[in-house]
């Protein structure tokens, strides 16, 4: 990584720890009853709305991708992350991302992108950056 | 007494009881051990008591393999060896060093850890340092609190530093009041004689550069020429046996290991690096300077399969060579001297760095007084690593061709790293930074060439100087050099002290253990030699 991935990459971590601290702007439980279209539409908002620097999250979701083709269905990762909560709330989706970050740290479900090693689910939420754009 | 054997009037035939070959670490600790003996020993050393590049020039081979093992550039050839520029690291090899590990082929030393530990006590205070105390709640529980790491893939453990004893200064005085103790200096080996069988050493042939010789007689030999020089020396005594001394199992040269030594092998970005950063680095306590390390568990090594590594943090300045402070360090050598009521003869070198380096004492001085780090602003973490590397037969010392002032082959170095040396590394580093994840305390991105899975290794990785097992122990003759009390296999009355008796590493800088180890060969030795 140059110096100005890595400087990319400093400005995404800044948010990625407070992943569970950050609101949505689209509560899960609409999404999930809307059209595929509307449903990965808000759920690339809410999405969005957790990066303070889209940029850098787009960065290593494309480097990601490039690395591990097979995670490109976006379907896949939404129901891997369990994003499309029925029970609405976004405090249960802060505390599952942070639990699920946890988890995998601890098992050794982790993942190298770009030489940084980081947990399924921050890889996963960086490729839907690319996979979701919010304006598509 | 101290003898210069360039001096016409000094013996030029000496017989004694024990005979050490080098002054360092290990030559030094077993003299101060055995004045008052009763045992007449003596001790040879190459050099002089500063160094002289003629001197030191005997130490030119040729290199092999990977950079950085440079026997001219690494060792000193003086009285004290190579702790006249040794860096002061001690921590004592860990228990699970000792043990045979299935992943780790040839691993497994004949003592246990148990063996050393009364020797290793001793030598604490031997290299000046606080108390035989290494475990993670072993110093700073009052003032740090490191994190919760789990138990089975990272532990915290400490470092104490030496300050650091140039051992040819330190303990001078005192041999050379020893009556029993001669010191020959400017006395090179040039020649080991054995009995026809080569199982007993009956003299050596001893030279000055200037072309005096003579000759020493003793009931035992002691090789204590470091990690290098030790083997060198054996496999020019080829006139009997070919693949030189005591070599019937063909290891002595093999086996060649340093530490593997990665300055920024992954930098770590935080939202807090300055609370990570002051639990792990350097404190000087009353009882000790200590620094504590992140090291991968004994559990995290067998399950991943991988070698004994450790991690320290550094700040990133420091990594990009802002952070040179030979002013400061000159300042706190030369005020441990006044200190010590004991100018040694490099005070007024010290004392002429500290004025040509003035920012450097000044800024130091004043961070150590406000007990703040060097650097005060801190953006990120760069890790160092420090592995043991795993026994490679293919790693290497032998001779060249090019010989020397006295017409010996020089040596050749061929360090060697394999996949698995690399691979442990990485996999040590991944335990780490899903621990730092876990607890929330940083991501880490690891360094470019160490992510590829081949044998490729970058210019940073360097063996720390520390040359070790070329004349490994052994229980079985078939497997080694020496015995566990480091006696050679096949030559009766040659003993071995050093790292090169070393057949794995740990992690840890040798210097605590070599010195253990010569005081444990003394003990050996009282039993063996009853006083004359």
Redesign the interface.
Known sequence: ?NRRN?IL??SL??I??SLALAKPTLSASRAAFGPVSDAHRNIAQEIASLFSDLDAARAIGREYLRNYPSAGDPDALIADLELVDKHGSGEILRDRVKKR??AE??S?R?I?V??????RTEADLCALTVLLPEDA | MYIDYRDDSAPAHIECDLCIIGAGAAGITMARALTDSGMHVCVLESGGFEQEEATQNLYAGETLGLTNADPLACRLRTFGGTTMHWGGWCAPLSEHDFQVRSWVPNSGWAIQYSDLVPYYQQAQRICEIGPFKYGANAFLQDVRTFPPF?PDKIDVGFFQYSPPTRFGTAYKDELGRARNVDVILHANVTRIRTDKSASRITQLQIQTLEGRTGSVKAKIFVLACGGMENARLLLLTNDIQKNGLGNGSGLVGKYFLQHVEIGAVARI?S?EPKVLFDAFRKYTLPEATVAAEMRTSVKAQEKNKYLNCAFTLLETEWWDGAWDKTGYDSLREAWRQVKNGHLQDDFTKKLWSVVTDLDSAVEGTYKQIRDLPYNGELK?LVLWARSEQSPNINSRIDLGSDVDHFGLRKIRVNWQLTEFDKRSVRSG??TL???L??L?LG??????WL?ADDTSWAEPVWGGCHHMGTTRMSNDPKNGVVDRNCRMHSVQNLYIAGSSVFPTTGYVPPTLTIVSLALRLVEHLKQQLPTS
């Open positions: 990584m890595f990459f400093n971590w800044s990625i720890p970050r946890y740290f601890l050794g982790t190298v770009n030489n940084w090693i980081l947990p | 789990h970005l939202k990120e580093l991944r930074a899903e621990e994840g876990r929330n991501r880490m991105q690891v360094a470019d992510m």
